[in-house]
């Protein structure tokens, strides 16, 4: 376990952001990003994404809530024993996610290195 200012935290995250490819980053619409320190139904998991993937999206897909993908703080602090090991998993976990708003599968996104 390693414990993180929250300002640290959010720097390890827009590091991560900073990451994402500027073609996938010209591509995100209605797309909200979150922080909380644990998900309530189950707190090991360290991020959430909730909507529908832009591959699974019609022509007719609008008027619709934001996208939601959720970071959860406390699990990845749990998760991690260094600040390196967290700033490299909270990257991993928004690739992960980003990934499923791209519409990759579970298994895809293991196979990437982004599981």
């Known amino acids: 376990m390693v414990h993180v200012s929250e300002e640290r935290f959010d720097e390890m995250l ?3 952001l900073d990451k994402i490819p500027e ?3 010209r591509r995100m619409r209605n797309l909200v990003i979150l922080v909380e320190d644990y998900n309530p139904e189950q707190p090991n ?3 959430l994404y909730e909507g529908v993937a ?3 999206r019609t022509f ?8 939601a993908i959720t970071i959860y703080r406390g699990a990845l602090q749990d998760w991690c024993s260094t600040e390196e090991e967290l700033a490299r998993q ?6 992960h996610e980003f ?7 579970e298994e895809e996104l293991h196979a990437l290195g982004w599981g």
């Open 14 to 16: 827009n590091d991560a």
């Open 23 to 25: 073609e996938f980053v």
């Open 45 to 47: 998991l360290l991020g």
């Open 54 to 56: 832009l591959t699974h």
């Open 60 to 67: 007719d897909h609008t008027g619709h809530l934001p996208d």
């Open 90 to 95: 909270v990257e991993v976990t928004v690739f």
């Open 99 to 105: 990934g499923h708003y791209f519409g990759f599968e």
